[in-house]
């Protein structure tokens, strides 16, 4: 999940990378305005993924959130 500190986006674009020291960023999903969780499921397990946000509009795109870091479980 994020803040919402736009006022003025169309969607939110989110981007992943795996392993801890990843810095290819691939988009993975757009999600609408006001839109501030996203559900990543299939990955593979006892994994380390990174992942980042942006906002965008017809206009252009904000800069990056800061870099949110998750591992899957070992299951």
């Known amino acids: 999940s994020w803040v919402d500190n736009a006022d003025n986006e169309t969607g939110?674009?989110?981007?992943?990378?795996?392993?801890?020291t990843c810095?290819?960023?691939v988009e993975?999903?757009?999600v609408g305005a006001n839109v501030t969780t996203f559900a990543n499921?299939?990955?593979t397990k006892n994994t380390t993924y990174n992942y980042r946000v942006r906002a965008f509009n017809g206009g252009?795109?904000?800069?990056?959130?800061?870099?949110?870091?998750a591992r899957t479980l070992l299951k």
């Open 12 to 20: 939110f674009k989110i981007e992943r990378c795996k392993n801890a």
């Open 23 to 25: 810095t290819n960023f």
């Open 28 to 30: 993975v999903a757009q």
């Open 41 to 43: 499921t299939g990955l």
């Open 60 to 69: 252009a795109n904000s800069a990056y959130s800061n870099t949110a870091s």
